[in-house]
């Protein structure tokens, strides 16, 4: 399988392409390709965020959170009005960041779950 199959996610950067690229070097192609449906399918865009956490400050804050599953900050952010618009000024500055950890996760998640079918079989 070739690698410009995770060029073609939406909103990816480089430093996300190179770490599925190290995630994946040891999968066969078949097992590639389930990962990158399975990724693509739980992986969040950092636009969504971006827009998201910025429908914050004129509307519910904390929806962002929510989609990070981050429940808990969610309604706190919800509650507290996004820490007075302040937390949610900082999300929307760090919204690459936030949705880069999630998405490193998730990509972990998705390896280990790979993994783990792939050496039983």
Known sequence: MDNYYYAA???ID???????????????DDTRKKFLFLYQS??????T????????LIGPNGIHRFLLDQILIGI????TLGFCFIGTIIDAINYRRLTWEY???????????LSRTWTDR
Do not use: H
Request: with cysteine; glycine share 4%.
């Open 49 to 56: 965020i971006l827009i998201t956490c910025l429908l914050g």
């Open 103 to 113: 998405n490193k996760q998730v990509s972990l998640e998705v390896a280990a779950m």
């Open 14 to 28: 480089q430093e996300e392409m190179v770490w599925l690229e190290e995630l994946t070097k040891k999968f066969d």
């Open 76 to 79: 706190l952010y919800v509650v």
């Open 42 to 47: 739980r992986r969040k865009d950092p636009q």
């Open 9 to 11: 996610l939406p909103g």
